[in-house]
């Protein structure tokens, strides 16, 4: 089932919205050459405790940390750890925080010092891809034209949308429903609807869209080891268009 918020509602997910973007912004600043991902780890999770919050992913199915940091070749759901930030990598980090019973979810993707016009391409093609999506949040739009804004921006760059993790609604929940493919025909699936709250992530591959999960439990990478990028946002269906929740 599908469940909307009210205004009520909506004001404290644009407050864990809010907390959510500050993490990142802040680990953001933190990111260079050096730096390990276990550092910007507790950076992000002191952020999170001083605005009052709660870490949204710590804990969540028994994921260690705060941040999921996944580097280079990475899609998503790295674990944060020893690992020191080189010269040219490019870092997804991936951010949730939890204010009075509600969730915010938002993720970007760094780039360390200096990195290649590839690397930079995919960059700018998925935050690009995570914009059209986002401008289709609108009443009486259909699910899969988010989806569909995204793929035609992606592959329109020469890139590939990962098919086997997607967005998702999220409210009192971290995952509810609808699912948020980040590929699929505009024009089809649910209507959307005002108060629906969904957070669109598109993982936007440099080769091929396949990927598979690593021996950790958690860590996925693209078969191909092509670079990975992972642009999100938390957006709510209002009568004046999208609003994006996780911004300061």
Excluded at 85 to 103: P, R
Excluded at 133 to 146: F, Q, V
């Amino acid at each position: 089932m599908i469940l909307t918020k009210s205004l009520v509602e909506l004001e404290t997910m644009r407050e864990a919205g809010r907390i959510t973007a500050k993490a990142l912004r802040v680990v953001g600043e933190a990111v260079r050459v050096g730096v390990s991902t276990g550092e910007l780890d507790r950076i992000a999770e002191e952020c999170i405790r001083s605005e009052g919050a709660v870490p949204a992913f710590k804990g969540y199915h028994g994921f260690p940390a705060t941040l999921c940091t996944s580097l280079n070749e990475q899609v998503v759901h790295g674990i944060p750890g020893r690992r020191r930030l080189a010269e040219g990598d490019i870092l997804s980090v991936d951010c949730g925080a939890i204010i009075d019973g509600f969730y915010g979810d938002s993720a970007m993707t760094f780039p360390v010092g200096d990195i290649s016009p590839e690397a930079r391409r995919l960059l700018d093609a998925t935050a690009g891809s995570l914009e059209a999506g986002i401008a289709r949040c609108r009443e009486g739009m259909r699910l899969y034209d988010i989806g569909a804004a995204v793929q035609k921006v992606a592959e329109g760059a020469g890139f590939s949308v990962v098919r086997e993790y997607v967005g998702h609604g999220i409210g009192r929940s971290m995952h509810e429903d609808p699912q948020v493919p980040n590929f699929g025909k505009a024009g089809s699936g649910p209507a959307l609807k005002i108060g629906m709250v969904l957070a669109i992530e598109p993982m936007v591959n440099a080769g091929a869209y396949e990927v598979h999960g690593l021996s950790d439990g958690w860590t996925v990478v693209t078969s191909d080891s092509s670079l990975s990028a992972h642009f999100e946002h938390t957006v709510a269906v209002t009568e004046n268009g999208p609003m994006i929740l996780t911004v300061e």
